[in-house]
């Protein structure tokens, strides 16, 4: 499952990267976010993976992944400004995940909160966590 972990990964990565409005914002695996990152960042994980289900005729994995905008500042505006061009970029989005097809993704629950941060000041995140699967018949 870990190798899919990556490729489901890399895949939401390369959707988020290939969209010229979301260049200019640092891209990170939630697992490997730190403070150093320059806001506002995108950062992304895998919440829950439910791995392969089927029956003699249909065959699907599922997972839950969130997306979200971290920002300076209290206010919401500026994250979910960006996180309106991730949505636009997922939801038109086939992922490419090595060994599967027919990956999509359909925007679940949404995320919005403040942090308070060490040191003082405070940041948002805004995002969602997005449902990908890939369903084939076999």
Same mark, same amino acid.
């Given at each position: 499952?870990?190798?899919?972990h ?8 390369d ?9 200019n ?6 697992a ?16 829950? !993976?439910?791995?392969?289900? =089927?029956?003699?005729?249909?065959? *699907?994995?599922d997972?839950?992944?969130l &997306? ?5 500042g ?7 400004d960006?996180?309106?061009l ?6 038109s ?12 993704c359909?925007r ?5 909160? !403040?942090?308070?941060?060490p =040191?003082?000041?405070?940041?948002? *995140?805004v995002?969602a966590?997005?449902? &990908?699967?890939?369903?084939r018949?076999i």
């Amino acid at each position: 499952m870990a190798s899919l972990h990556n490729d489901l990964l890399k895949g939401v990565y390369d959707v988020l990267s290939d969209t010229a409005t979301l260049d200019n914002y640092p891209k990170r695996e939630a697992a490997s976010f730190t403070g150093d990152v320059p806001l506002p960042a995108i950062v992304f994980g895998i919440q829950d !993976a439910r791995g392969t289900r =089927g029956s003699f005729t249909q065959r *699907h994995w599922d997972a839950d992944v969130l &997306v979200k905008v971290v920002a300076d500042g209290p206010s919401y505006k500026s994250a979910g400004d960006i996180e309106d061009l991730i949505d636009d970029a997922l939801e038109s989005a086939t992922l490419t995940v090595t060994g599967f097809t027919h990956v999509t993704c359909t925007r679940g629950v949404d995320v919005a909160f !403040a942090e308070d941060v060490p =040191g003082g000041g405070v940041v948002c *995140h805004v995002g969602a966590v997005w449902s &990908v699967w890939e369903d084939r018949a076999i």
